[in-house]
């Protein structure tokens, strides 16, 4: 009888000697150092983004299905800062489905998708990802044809949206500044006051560019710039484009390949949703696999 009872006073004292935790107790000491940012206020961050050599963008493993077919497959694309990346490929390679997928229209399978090392695009919806700074033209071009060159300017200012602020708004000293500076680049000084429908199609094209540089963007995804330009203001839009690289990351996606000779440093392939290949203009044109799926040859 006495062995049972001091069996009994021995796991009694264990059990006092076992630290209990306290789920309150544990999030109060958190709150309360100085030596750390709470946990739920740290920032996502992906180690494997390598922004010592000026990484942006981060592509890697993604991949999408639409009823079975497998518009991206695999693939890798990484864009440093300050780069201008035209992509080519036949129609279907999936470079529409590329941009939708940075932009957050669609959602990948599988993949990770990175801004820098701390915006994982994949969690963040299409507008979350383009007030962080990633501004998309579409082929066509949309401006507001019954307002001015300046107005859409002033529009597509980085800011508050609601109608009592912009019924209100005064622009600044500042303001004013950056939309003659976008005026320049884009080479519509003179018709800051022309209603916008009146401009030709190059001229929306270079105002809906300076639409999304009145944002400031880190990168930018144009889709086809010159497609039914003129040769000059095709000229004029490689100009541009040249012009922007270095303080934006930019990617073109053209099909016109003396357009492409015109700007590019670096050229992606895609085909079958996956990079074919890539590297210099020459080194592109060289590629037996590229005359192949691409240049029919």
């Not at 701390?118 to 990802?129: P, V, W, Y």
């Not at 039914?228 to 000229?235: A, L, N, P, R, V």
């Not at 541009?240 to 440093?265: Q, Y």
Request: aromatic share 6%; with cysteine.
């Amino acid at each position: 009888m006495m062995s049972r009872t001091l069996v009994a006073e021995g796991m009694n004292h264990q059990k006092e000697q076992l630290p209990e935790t306290n789920p309150t107790a544990e999030l109060l000491n958190e709150i309360t150092r100085r030596d750390q940012v709470f946990s739920f206020l740290k920032p996502q961050y992906n180690p494997k983004v390598d922004v010592k050599n000026g990484m942006l963008l981060y592509v890697e493993g993604v991949s999408v299905s639409f009823d079975g077919f497998k518009a991206i497959n695999d693939l890798n694309l990484y864009i440093k800062e300050g780069e201008l990346r035209c992509i080519i490929g036949p129609n279907g390679a999936g470079k529409t489905t590329m941009m939708d997928i940075i932009t957050g229209k669609t959602r990948p399978d599988v993949g990770d998708v990175w801004l820098g090392q701390q915006l994982n695009l994949l969690k963040m919806d299409e507008a979350e990802i383009a007030n962080a700074g990633i501004g998309r033209k579409f082929q066509k071009p949309t401006v507001f044809e019954a307002l001015s060159v300046w107005e859409n300017l002033e529009l597509a200012m980085a800011g508050e949206k609601s109608t009592w602020h912009l019924f209100r708004a005064v622009l600044s000293g500042e303001q004013k500044c950056d939309i003659e500076r976008v005026l320049e680049l884009i080479g519509l000084e003179t018709q800051s006051r022309m209603l916008a429908g009146k401009l030709s199609h190059g001229q929306k094209q270079w105002l809906e560019i300076g639409m999304l540089l009145m944002q400031k963007p880190k990168l930018l995804l144009v889709d086809e710039p010159v497609a039914g330009m003129t040769h000059q203001e095709m000229d004029r839009t490689a100009e541009l484009l040249l012009s922007l690289a270095g303080e934006h990351s930019i990617m073109v996606v053209e099909h016109d390949m003396d357009f492409v000779r015109s700007i590019a440093s670096t050229v992606t392939v895609l085909h079958q949703g996956h990079v074919l290949a890539e590297g210099s203009m020459k080194s592109i044109q060289d590629d037996q696999r590229v005359r192949e799926v691409y240049l029919g040859q």
